[in-house]
């Protein structure tokens, strides 16, 4: 079945980097779309990017852009969300979910918190 | 940027009660509008694609339907496992938004 496990989340300095990935299985993962989507803990959905398929095309949130880069490894089914230049306002629960106009599948997010 | 803003903000409702949830579209989106619903220490789970289209496995009791600029889900007879969160989300363009989420619980 579909599995998604997101790791690399813990506590940064403001100001520095993390690299997030998604380790997906059970599924051909080089012919979907993917996305970052966080969630502050207790507070709503925010989407955070997108990669397409062949990772050609990105799409970044205003609020991450520029900082954020979304990236794949098709060869090894992996997604990758490199953070950097964290804020305070980035801590939040960052979940992949896998593309079909909605999304899908959903990893159990792994949690970033930005903290001095 | 898309804004969906959902109605109401949260729902206290009665096992086997209907429950209707709105999301109106800053702009039209056509049909490219989804719905999730997420429980406490839970990822979001897709519910509905393409405003009216049931994913799989979802019981028939959730519906969806709307196209342009509103949407509604609707819960047939309120289970007691259908306390949750609901939020829309929209796919007709960048950057993708989410509704800020409807919180159903049970009387």
């Known amino acids: 079945q579909v599995q998604l496990v997101e790791s690399g989340g813990g506590v940064v300095q403001p100001g520095r980097s993390l690299r997030l990935s998604c380790q997906a299985s059970g599924f051909n993962f080089r012919t979907y779309a993917m996305h970052w989507v966080r969630q502050i803990p207790g507070k709503g959905l925010e989407w955070v990017a997108v990669i397409t398929f062949d990772g050609d095309n990105k799409f970044y949130a205003d609020s991450v852009k520029g900082r954020f880069i979304i990236s794949r490894d098709n060869s090894n089914n992996t997604l990758f969300l490199q953070l950097n230049s964290l804020k305070t306002d980035d801590t939040a629960l960052y979940y992949c979910?896998?593309?079909?106009?909605?999304?899908?599948?959903w990893g159990q997010g792994t949690l970033v918190t930005v903290s001095a | 940027e898309i804004v969906l803003t959902q109605s109401p903000d949260s729902q206290s409702v009665t096992p086997k009660e209907r429950v209707t949830i709105t999301c109106r579209a800053s702009?039209?989106?056509?049909?490219?509008l989804h719905w999730y619903q997420q429980k406490p220490g839970q990822s979001p789970k897709l519910l509905i694609k393409y405003a009216s289209q049931s994913f799989s496995g979802v019981p028939s009791r959730f519906s969806g339907r709307g196209s342009g600029t509103d949407f509604t889900l609707t819960i047939n007879s309120l289970e007691v496992e259908d306390a949750a969160t609901y939020y829309c989300?929209?796919?007709?363009?960048?950057?993708?938004?989410f509704g800020q989420g409807t919180t159903v619980e049970i009387k």
């Open positions: 989300h929209q796919s007709d363009s960048f950057p993708r938004t």
């Open positions: 702009q039209s989106i056509g049909r490219s």
């Open positions: 979910a896998r593309d079909l106009g909605g999304a899908d599948h």
